[in-house]
C-alpha cells in the first residue's frame, strides 16, 4: 500500500491531469477537463489529486465530484497505470468520501461500465452497491451500472 499526499488540482495541474487521462480507458474530451479546471466559476465540481511524496511530486491519479442535490457524484476516478494496485483508488476514494461529507452530501453515486470489473471490484470493497442498470447508457451500447454508498465511505473485505 502507498500513501501519497491528497490535495484539490487546480489549472496548474492542468498538463498531469490531461496526460493521465488520456492515457487512461474512461478518458474525457480534453477541453472538458481544460474549462473545469481553467474556469474558476466551476464550483460546483471538485478535482481532488494523489501526489508522491517525493521531491518531484507527480500526480498518480484523481477523482472528480459533482454535485447533484443532496448526493455527489463521481464523475471520474483514474489512477496512472504504473501506480494501479497499490492503494491510490481506495485512498482518493477517501478523500471523496470526506470532501463529500463536508459539503453536507449523504450518499455518493457512480456510473461504470458493466464490463469494468477492476472498478466494480474497488467500488463494492469501498461499499459501494449496484442500483440498477442502464441499458445501452453508453456511446457503443454498452449498459452502465448505477451505484451508490452512504457516506462515509468504509472500506470493506477484499475478494479473493
Ligand atoms: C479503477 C482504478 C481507479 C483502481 O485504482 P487502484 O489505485 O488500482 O485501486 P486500489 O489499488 O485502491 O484497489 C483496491 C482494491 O480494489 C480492487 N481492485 C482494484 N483494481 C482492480 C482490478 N483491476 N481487478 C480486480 N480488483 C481490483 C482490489 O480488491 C484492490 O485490492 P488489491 O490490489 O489488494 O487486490 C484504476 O484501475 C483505473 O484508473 N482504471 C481506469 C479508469 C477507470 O476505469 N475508472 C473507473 C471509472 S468508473
Redesign the pocket.
Known amino acids: 500500500m502507498y500513501l501519497p499526499e491528497i490535495n484539490f488540482l487546480n489549472s496548474n495541474n492542468l498538463p498531469d491531469v490531461l496526460r493521465i487521462n488520456a492515457a487512461?480507458?474512461?478518458s474525457w474530451p480534453e477541453e472538458v477537463i481544460r474549462s473545469d479546471l481553467q474556469d474558476d466559476s466551476h464550483d460546483e465540481i471538485s478535482y481532488i489529486g494523489a501526489f508522491a511524496t517525493t521531491t518531484e511530486a507527480p500526480l498518480l491519479?484523481y477523482a472528480v465530484l459533482g454535485r447533484e442535490n443532496r448526493s455527489g457524484i463521481?464523475m471520474?476516478?483514474?489512477?496512472?497505470?504504473i501506480?494501479?494496485?497499490?492503494?491510490?483508488?481506495?485512498?482518493?476514494?477517501l478523500a471523496v468520501s470526506d470532501c463529500a461529507m463536508y459539503l453536507n452530501m449523504k450518499r455518493l453515486r457512480?456510473?461504470?461500465?458493466k464490463s469494468?470489473?477492476?472498478?466494480i471490484?474497488?467500488?463494492h470493497?469501498?461499499s459501494f452497491s449496484g442500483e440498477k442498470l442502464w441499458r445501452g447508457y453508453y456511446s457503443n451500447g454498452e449498459d452502465a451500472i448505477v451505484m451508490s454508498a452512504k457516506l462515509p465511505l468504509r472500506v470493506g473485505v477484499?475478494?479473493s
Open positions: 487512461s480507458e474512461v491519479g463521481i471520474a476516478l483514474v489512477v496512472d497505470k501506480y494501479r494496485r497499490r492503494g491510490i483508488g481506495t485512498q482518493l476514494l457512480l456510473r461504470v461500465r469494468n470489473a477492476g472498478a471490484a474497488l467500488y470493497y469501498m477484499k475478494k
